[in-house]
């Protein structure tokens, strides 16, 4: 591709380029000495799992190296320490080193699921390489590149400040360190969310007085969940994760809104834009139909093209033919009486018995195509006994 045409694919989805012009003279200069463009992604192990939402930018990021260039993904062990104030409307409670070393082991399997990980491609670091080795003159000489005033203009902060909730001093470090990230490793390009747009920035003026190149600041939207209304988040239970089974992620993609879709085809496949603009336009595409390869694309990404098929047939059989699954999990259990609410646990159809109450009550929760009213009721398992749990997951008992 030629420069104009790169920087078409890498604008696809975005929400703004600091700056379109740097991007397109970053590149041409890249291409003409032969080097690679490196392109940061910062990524804080706060939590073990990594969902849709996060592939966003992972996917921009894998465009980069389709191009030819280099991906550098920052596992923040340090900044995790503080936790990024992004968005929150009280101080982040610290992590453990022992906690964020244990969220950190997955992320690079996980990342893999989107990025090229080759040696030519990607470059990890984790940032406590440079961080940690700072002293505190370098500490009081990076916050004298800070004012107050503009950290309070982070509306984070801002509306925090007057409401008279505290702000820890080491809250403003965060975007600092972040910044620090993209000197140390001398980062072309920074990606991240619309919420990171403060971070990124100050990457961007730290190059600057390090006398490097200003990184190029990409920024993109905030994929919407499952709910239609809030951002993708596990803690909301509103997210799709790239380890979900094929036929969960599925059903998840199906359950979504239409309003959604075009968004979504937009962001996490890479289908040319008329031809998502046809299949999201109900007058030529039916819904159903549209969402349905929404999901196969999306399972195929994570697992494959047989899961993906397998995944829509078992929906379809479940939803429109009224049938079960053919593949549904074994949970070998005790030929024993036990508690409704205890064997959806052990079956891993929750993940807590309060959950499985919750779900008791809702009216979601099903033996053998029977309601289960009461979480506390006693079930004795059976050969071949369905467990049902909302509308996509099951389990079939087998006695020891």
């Excluded at 406590?128 to 800070?146: F, G, N, P, Q, Y």
């Amino acid at each position: 591709m030629d420069i104009a045409e790169q920087v078409k694919v890498l604008k696809r989805g975005t929400v703004e380029v600091f700056r379109e012009d740097e991007l397109a003279q970053r590149l041409a200069e890249a291409a003409k000495s032969g080097r690679q463009v490196r392109a940061k992604l910062g990524m804080d192990p706060t939590a073990p799992d990594i969902h849709l939402g996060h592939t966003v930018v992972l996917r921009k990021l894998r465009q980069f190296q389709d191009l030819g260039h280099k991906a550098v993904l920052i596992i923040g062990d340090y900044t995790a320490l503080i936790g990024d104030p992004t968005g929150q409307n009280t101080t982040r409670p610290m992590l453990s080193p022992e906690q964020i070393k244990a969220n950190a082991a997955t992320y690079f399997e996980q990342a893999g699921k989107v990025l090229d990980m080759s040696p030519d491609k990607v470059e990890v670091r984790f940032n406590s390489e440079w961080l940690a080795e700072l002293r505190l003159a370098d500490v009081i000489k990076l916050t004298a590149s800070m004012t107050v005033a503009r950290m309070l203009e982070r509306d984070t902060f801002e509306i925090r400040y007057k409401k008279g909730d505290p702000i820890g001093i080491h809250e403003f470090l965060y975007p600092l360190m972040q910044g620090y990230d993209s000197v140390a490793i001398k980062s072309d390009v920074e990606l991240g969310g619309t919420d990171q747009t403060f971070n990124n920035l100050v990457g961007r003026d730290l190059q600057r007085m390090a006398g490097q190149p200003a990184q190029i600041v990409i920024t993109m939207p905030i994929l919407v969940g499952l709910d239609g209304v809030q951002k993708m988040s596990k803690s909301k239970g509103n997210y799709i994760g790239v380890t979900d089974a094929p036929a969960d992620m599925f059903g998840k993609v199906m359950s979504i809104p239409d309003s959604l879709m075009e968004n979504y085809y937009t962001l996490l496949t890479d289908l040319p834009l008329d031809e998502v603009k046809t299949l999201c336009d109900p007058a030529k595409t039916h819904p159903k139909q549209a969402k349905v390869r929404l999901g196969k694309m999306i399972v195929e990404q994570f697992h494959n093209a047989q899961a993906a098929q397998k995944a829509a047939e078992d929906f379809d059989k479940v939803f429109a033919q009224n049938q079960l699954p053919d593949d549904m999990p074994l949970c070998e259990v005790a030929a024993g009486p036990i508690m409704a609410s205890k064997l959806l646990v052990q079956c891993g159809l929750v993940e807590t018995g309060g959950e499985a109450k919750r779900m008791v009550k809702q009216g979601g929760v099903r033996v053998n195509d029977s309601r289960v009213d009461d979480p506390n009721q006693e079930i004795t398992p059976a050969e071949g006994m369905v467990l049902q749990v909302g509308k996509r997951k099951f389990a079939k008992l087998k006695v020891k």
